[in-house]
């Protein structure tokens, strides 16, 4: 795993390389075991490497034969040696045996095509001299993320914000147009981010950057896939054996390896396939919250640690020390992200550094196979909307509204929408009549459209789908998974130079996932069926079937109680939330608002944006 950066400039970047080298040792944690810079006519590139596969050699940038290719890249093509092997026999030799060198060679016989015969997680860029274009890269589902910026003929891209700028290319301007998308999401959704100019290359895509200007493809997607007609038998064996070779795939390290074990259905799926390739022992890592009462997983992961003979470590995480670790959840992350357990994520693996420096996680999997409690509310909702005549939301009176509390307001827009306007995935905070009551009133009236776009370009490529259900999934896993959840995880772990793998998210499984009946994936309003039917005999039917929790801070309760009175003065006593009005911060934070859960993630969303604003901006 790596951080990279590649810079290209016409007219010719001699005499920059000081520069470059100050901008990709930005990412220092992100390659704390080696890095490399190379600068020639119009292209800068550079790399900071975390050496986990061919650790003596595989250095970048790294060339081709004729120096005419160089390529800075940061992943895992975790069937390298696949692709490695029909290359030989198609006459190319190999001096290394990493993966870096596989995509160049492949890129010389298929060119751009050659990302297709890639399975994996990755970022990169790589020129080509006699081209003059530079290609860009990032992987089908966005676990590796990749920043850029454009002006007038110039491009810049890296693996984080810092490095861009770091080249001193353009100012560090506020980008006030997402700021509703965040204040909904908790996150702001591709391709914007909040700082203005700083754009994510979207997922399944690359972009070709020449002195023609730079083109945008979507090499991949998942929305046409051919629906397989299958029963549930064959469906939970062709699952086991598809997830039993992806995880065997994933293991490939010459370094240690562990798992993330949150004590939840998926982190457990990953410690029992782990087991079944014959990891022994598996090193597992868990975070707990000391007198969490019920919202504690800490004991289902003691019961699947000790089922499978792990070596098990627990980092247990205080109120204090998540107030006091805000300010490294928003410098790490650099967009403002609204995820307890990123900070949980961050000091857990710290932990797991000292052990290992690769790890497996269970992410994905609720996208993927349906696992939201949110998916099977929407479907309900669905339901009645057909029942309840158009425009009934908004012959209700005002005074009666106004009456209503937050929830009670929420799913009254809902279920007087259509699926495509209210569904805004399983972290929204806001509706329209919310914006009303929540918003300064010019804001509320002129905050913009960005929101609205952003889902509606997803919706409009299921379109065609008749099922609401993979019409969600397919949206969540285009916004909230790689814009919110695989941020979190890539930044979280790389700040502890420690690399991520996600099976669930392998484009195998995702495909086939996609291929499947709806009732297979949501039975009788219980999510990830298939997947829990295909791990039965693997994990006790307590882990299996419980009720689904999510890697659970409890927040809540700490801002509820003794950081209650320290996050009241904090949000209503500053001026940096300027588009916010003043009563509505006193009923979030009041002794009545702080711990309902509706209002939680609320609060944590002002608090992190505070927090960004103050060490960026102020």
């Given at each position: 795993m790596c951080g990279i950066l590649a810079w290209y400039q016409p007219a010719g970047l001699e005499g920059r390389q000081d520069l470059v080298e100050t901008a990709t040792a930005q990412m220092m944690h992100r390659g704390p075991d080696g890095g490399g810079v190379h600068v020639e006519g119009p292209i800068a590139l550079g790399h900071r490497r975390l050496s986990i596969i061919d650790l003596d050699s595989g250095q970048q940038p790294m060339f081709d034969e004729t120096g005419d290719l160089a390529l800075v890249y940061n992943g895992e093509i975790y069937n390298f040696?696949?692709?490695?092997?029909?290359?030989?026999?198609?006459?190319?030799?190999?001096?290394?045996?990493?993966?870096?060198?596989?995509?160049?060679?492949?890129?010389?016989?298929?060119?751009?095509?050659?990302?297709?015969?890639?399975?994996?997680?990755?970022?990169?860029?790589?020129?080509?001299?006699?081209?003059?274009?530079?290609?860009?890269v990032r992987d089908r589902m966005g676990i590796k993320p990749l920043y850029y910026w454009s002006d007038k003929g110039q491009f810049a891209c890296a693996s984080?914000?810092?490095?861009?700028?770091?080249?001193?290319?353009?100012?560090?301007?506020?980008?006030?147009?997402?700021?509703?998308?965040?204040?909904?999401?908790?996150?702001?959704?591709?391709?914007?981010?909040?700082?203005?100019?700083?754009?994510?290359?979207?997922?399944?895509?690359?972009?070709?950057?020449?002195?023609?200007?730079?083109?945008?493809?979507?090499?991949?997607?998942?929305?046409?896939?051919?629906?397989?007609?299958?029963?549930?038998?064959?469906?939970?064996?062709?699952?086991?054996?598809?997830?039993?070779?992806?995880?065997?795939?994933?293991?490939?390290?010459?370094?240690?390896?562990?798992?993330?074990?949150?004590?939840?259905?998926?982190?457990?799926?990953?410690?029992?396939?782990?087991?079944?390739?014959?990891?022994?022992?598996?090193n597992s890592f868990t975070a707990g919250f000391r007198n969490a009462g019920e919202n504690s997983e800490e004991?289902?992961?003691?019961?699947?640690?000790?089922?499978?003979?792990?070596?098990?470590?627990?980092?247990?995480?205080?109120?204090?020390?998540?107030?006091?670790?805000?300010?490294?959840?928003?410098?790490?992350?650099?967009?403002?992200?609204?995820?307890?357990?990123?900070?949980?994520?961050?000091?857990?693996a710290k932990l797991a550094r000292s052990e290992v420096t690769v790890l497996l996680s269970g992410e994905g999997s609720d996208e993927v196979f349906a696992g939201y409690g949110l998916y099977r509310r929407m479907l309900q909702l669905n339901r009645w909307r057909s029942r309840i005549p158009q425009g009934t939301g908004d012959a209700i009176p005002s005074t009666l509204k106004r009456r209503l509390g937050d929830k009670q307001l929420k799913y009254l827009d809902w279920i007087t929408t259509t699926l495509r306007r209210s569904y805004q995935g399983t972290s929204a905070n806001l509706t329209p009549s919310l914006r009303q009551r929540f918003y300064k009133e010019d804001f509320a009236r002129d905050h913009g459209d960005y929101l609205e776009n952003a889902f509606n370009k997803h919706f409009n490529r299921v379109s065609h789908l008749k099922d609401p259900l993979a019409q969600m999934q397919y949206v969540d896993s285009k916004t909230w998974l790689p814009d919110d959840l695989l941020l979190k995880a890539d930044k979280m772990t790389m700040a502890a130079s420690v690399e991520l793998r996600v099976p669930f998210l392998d484009h195998h499984v995702v495909e086939f996932a996609a291929s499947l009946p709806a009732g297979l994936k949501m039975n009788d309003g219980q999510g990830k069926w298939i997947l829990k039917k295909s791990l039965e005999g693997l994990l006790p039917e307590e882990i299996i079937y419980r009720k689904k929790m999510g890697f659970p801070v409890p927040t809540g309760k700490w801002f509820a109680s003794n950081l209650r009175v320290q996050i009241q003065e904090r949000l209503c006593e500053s001026d940096l939330l300027p588009w916010i009005r003043r009563d509505a911060l006193f009923r979030l934070t009041d002794e009545k608002g702080a711990g309902q859960e509706v209002n939680d993630r609320m609060i944590m969303a002002l608090l992190v944006l505070q927090v960004w604003r103050e060490e960026y901006w102020v």
């Open positions: 040696l696949e692709i490695r092997e029909r290359l030989e026999k198609l006459g190319h030799t190999f001096k290394t045996r990493c993966d870096t060198e596989v995509i160049l060679r492949a890129y010389r016989e298929w060119d751009t095509d050659c990302v297709e015969h890639f399975n994996g997680m990755f970022a990169f860029a790589l020129w080509d001299r006699q081209m003059r274009r530079l290609w860009v984080e914000i810092k490095p861009l700028f770091a080249l001193d290319l353009f100012p560090r301007e506020f980008n006030e147009k997402v700021v509703d998308a965040y204040l909904t999401l908790g996150y702001v959704p591709a391709p914007e981010t909040m700082f203005q100019g700083v754009r994510k290359l979207e997922p399944g895509c690359f972009l070709e950057v020449t002195e023609s200007g730079i083109r945008e493809t979507r090499y991949w997607d998942f929305c046409n896939v051919e629906p397989l007609e299958i029963g549930e038998d064959e469906a939970r064996e062709r699952l086991l054996e598809l997830l039993s070779r992806t995880t065997k795939e994933y293991l490939i390290s010459d370094v240690p390896l562990g798992v993330f074990l949150s004590g939840g259905l998926d982190s457990s799926a990953m410690v029992a396939l782990m087991d079944r390739s014959g990891v022994d022992p598996i004991g289902y992961a003691r019961t699947v640690a000790a089922q499978y003979r792990c070596r098990h470590f627990v980092h247990h995480l205080e109120s204090g020390a998540f107030m006091d670790s805000l300010k490294t959840l928003v410098l790490q992350a650099e967009e403002p992200v609204v995820e307890p357990a990123a900070i949980a994520l961050y000091h857990l």
